[in-house]
């Protein structure tokens, strides 16, 4: 956390202020955080470390949320409970962050693995993981802001884990009624109201944690 304040000072005035308006609801922060867990040490990587500051010049930065890891048993658990063919579906994980979705859906059939992620330095070392695990050929990483990323026409299955507030997950959601063919999101954490609400979904099915919605509205216009 200090290297983040010493390397984005004003961001990080940002984040302390905003934490200490949080201190009631979510109580005071501990100061000392594991930095590994279990994924990393199997896999070599680092993914596992939470990022409270995020270096971006996108927008969209006051809707962001910090990065942390995805839980890998909710990763499967998405991908083998999909209801879709991997063969035929590109898998994409919108606020990829350090990429250990990635990591994990890279060992499945994907047509496709994408990241999309609107942070150079989060970007980079997802591809820095990548390239230990010898996948970065696998996977493809795009550094821009998921309102103005351009979803493929074709089967998808779309990977959220929190990554930004319901505002911008509205318009993506207008965003993927857009695309054509079959596309399924893999939901976890806060935003399900939003999906359910939108008119734009159907729920297909629920586990320990994530639940799988499936795009049924078609709209004409994304703004």
Not at 46 to 52: D, G, R
Not at 99 to 120: D, H, K, N, T
Request: overall charge neutral; some cysteine; hydrophobic content about 40%.
């Amino acid at each position: 956390m200090f290297d983040e304040l010493v390397q984005h000072p004003i961001l990080g005035m940002r984040f302390i202020v905003r934490r200490i308006t949080q201190i009631p609801s979510k109580g005071w922060p501990r100061l000392r955080r594991p930095q590994a867990d279990d994924f990393d040490r199997r896999y070599g990587v680092e993914t596992f470390k939470t990022v409270q500051i995020t270096a971006t010049d996108s927008p969209s930065l006051s809707h962001g949320v910090r990065y942390s890891p995805s839980p890998e048993a909710a990763i499967r658990w998405s991908i083998e409970n999909c209801g879709m063919l991997h063969e035929q579906t590109t898998f994409i994980d919108v606020g990829s962050g350090k990429g250990r979705v990635l990591i994990v859906a890279a060992e499945y059939p994907f047509r496709r693995v994408m990241g999309v992620e609107y942070s150079a330095e989060l970007a980079a070392a997802c591809r820095d993981n990548l390239e230990r695990l010898n996948i970065a050929d696998k996977c493809e990483v795009v550094v821009r802001d998921a309102v103005d990323f351009k979803f493929p026409d074709e089967n998808m299955l779309i990977f959220l884990y929190n990554p930004f507030d319901s505002t911008i997950l509205t318009r993506v959601l207008r965003h993927l009624a857009l695309a054509r063919g079959q596309v399924r999101i893999a939901q976890l954490g806060p935003g399900h109201d939003v999906l359910l609400e939108s008119g734009l979904t159907r729920l297909v099915c629920s586990g320990d944690g994530p639940t799988i919605y499936e795009i049924v509205s078609k709209r004409s216009n994304p703004s």
